[in-house]
Antibody, heavy 123, light 108 residues
Framework: QLQLRESGPGLVKPSETLSLTCTVSGGSISSSDYSWGWIRQPPGKGLEWIGSIYYRGSTYYNPSLKSRVTVSVDTSKNQYSLKVRSVTAADTAVYYC???????????????WGQGTLVTVSS | SYELTQPPSVSVSPGQTASITCSGDKLGDKYACWYQQKPGQSPVVVIYQDNKRPSGIPERFSGSNSGNTATLTISGTQAMDEADYYCQAWDSSTACVVFGGGTKLIVL
């Protein structure tokens, strides 16, 4: 059964870079059938898609975050990563990684999701 | 940018049918999916490709999508169905994933 787990610092200072890694187990990140996504959820608020990556490295991002975000993949470690630069308190959220089912027809959904990790931006 | 709109909350009595809507411009031309999120837990997909139910999701969950509205229907709602529900679609014009704002289902 495929499992995803987020890891990284739980506290980041304002103006610094938030870095998280998602480790995929029980399956290969190099599958051509899927992309791999990052989604976040500020405390008490809704879900916000951050960006996604295909195992060959092609990426697509939420336009509202694109200037500050990089998603990368390391197929040798079966991991992919997220970096958010110049963070502020507004970036405080639970960050989830998830496998993204997608097709050329536009059929697109996330399953399964990682457990999520809370990242707090504070000095 | 493309937007999906959901009611903030929906109330239903146990055993009754709950309907949660998700509105967006020509949403029926896209595929919609739905997630259930209980407090302190990660979201779980309950409907994908408008009306497909993943294995393990009870038959009382169903979906439809036409015109500008996708609908998640829960028949014979149970107390365990009380949760936040999010719709999601893919906007091909911008290559973006879009989530609705979420609906809290209250089982009275």
């Amino acid at each position: 059964q495929l499992q995803l787990r987020e890891s990284g610092p739980g506290l980041v200072k304002p103006s610094e870079t938030l870095s998280l890694t998602c480790t995929v187990s029980g399956g290969s990140i190099s599958s051509s059938d899927y992309s791999w996504g990052w989604i976040r959820q500020p405390p008490g608020k809704g879900l916000e898609w951050i960006g996604s990556i295909y195992y060959r490295g092609s990426t697509y991002y939420n336009p509202s975050l694109k200037s500050r975000v990089t998603v990368s993949v390391d197929t040798s470690k079966n991991q992919y990563s997220l970096k958010v630069r110049s963070v502020t308190a507004a970036d405080t959220a639970v960050y989830y990684c998830a496998r993204q089912h997608s097709s050329t027809s536009g059929n697109n959904w996330f399953d399964p999701w990682g457990q999520g990790t809370l990242v707090t931006v504070s000095s | 940018s493309y937007e999906l709109t959901q009611p903030p909350s929906v109330s239903v009595s146990p055993g009754q049918t709950a309907s949660i809507t998700c509105s967006g411009d020509k949403l029926g031309d896209k595929y919609a999916c739905w997630y259930q999120q209980k407090p302190g837990q990660s979201p779980v997909v309950v409907i994908y490709q408008d009306n497909k139910r993943p294995s393990g999701i009870p038959e009382r969950f169903s979906g439809s999508n036409s015109g500008n509205t996708a609908t998640l229907t829960i028949s014979g709602t149970q107390a365990m169905d009380e949760a936040d529900y999010y719709c999601q679609a893919w906007d091909s014009s911008t290559a973006c994933v879009v989530f609705g704002g979420g609906t809290k289902l209250i089982v009275l």
